[in-house]
């Protein structure tokens, strides 16, 4: 994992609160990827971006929203949170495909809401 | 509709014989597969890697295993030993989008036996 960290490591929210999950990269790679990960469910793509600016909406995008200011930085908000978004959280970046590029992952973020 | 499938929650081997992973796929223009191996409260690690135009790839004791024609792959552990003990994940990805988006199976959980 080394290269990407995320902040915060763990969370408890209240139904209703809002939050923003960090991923910072230090490895100068383009696309980014939010993911959540549930039992028995995979990894689920929530929202991605492909370079400083830009930013797509994944697999499971409704009731997130994202920003990708700088480049090294890609942040995850859930502006109104919901016990259905008790999930664990992982960012994942992957430099730009002249040909395929496996995808580096984070340590993930527990977030519980109550 | 899961595109990518690990029919298998969980597997238990012996310490030193082999692991058998196993992951369909229903989605034909899929055309880079991958696994990545996961611990406990880490993310994802990258584990190998296989193009549709091959149907073998191996990197020591793994070797990953694709048939185009049954939309297959599996990923071989030879010898399986305790430390492989993870959740493993098939994913899957189409080249042509530019974003190198993957799909990720539900995940099967190895157990190996000392």
């Known amino acids: 994992n080394a290269g990407v960290t995320q902040t915060p490591k763990f969370r408890v929210l209240k139904t209703g609160q809002s939050m923003t999950l960090l991923c910072a990269q230090d490895m100068n790679h383009e696309y980014m990827y939010w993911y959540r990960q549930d039992p028995g469910m995979g990894l689920r793509l929530i929202h991605y971006?492909?370079?400083?600016?830009?930013?797509a909406k994944g697999e499971v995008p409704d009731g997130y929203n994202v920003s990708r200011l700088k480049k090294q930085n890609f942040l995850l908000g859930l502006e109104s949170a919901a016990p259905s978004q008790t999930s664990v959280y992982f960012c994942?970046?992957?430099?730009?495909?002249?040909?395929?590029?496996?995808?580096?992952f984070g340590p993930g973020t527990r977030l519980t809401v109550l | 509709d899961q595109q990518v499938k690990q029919n298998s929650p969980s597997l238990s081997v012996q310490e030193g014989r082999i692991s058998i992973l196993n992951c369909d796929y229903t989605?034909?223009?899929?055309?880079?597969f991958l696994w990545y191996k996961k611990y406990p409260a880490e993310g994802p690690t990258f584990l190998i890697s296989i193009s549709s135009i091959k149907d073998k790839n191996e990197d020591g004791r793994f070797t990953v295993f694709l048939n185009k024609s049954a939309k297959h792959l599996s990923l071989h552990i030879v010898p399986s030993q305790p430390g492989d003990s993870a959740v493993y994940f098939c994913a899957a990805s189409a080249w042509g989008g530019a974003t190198n988006k993957l799909i990720f199976g539900t995940g099967t959980l190895l157990a190996v036996q000392p």
């Open positions: 994942a970046i992957a430099g730009t495909p002249s040909s395929y590029n496996e995808q580096f």
């Open positions: 971006s492909v370079g400083e600016g830009t930013t």
């Open positions: 989605n034909s223009m899929f055309d880079y």
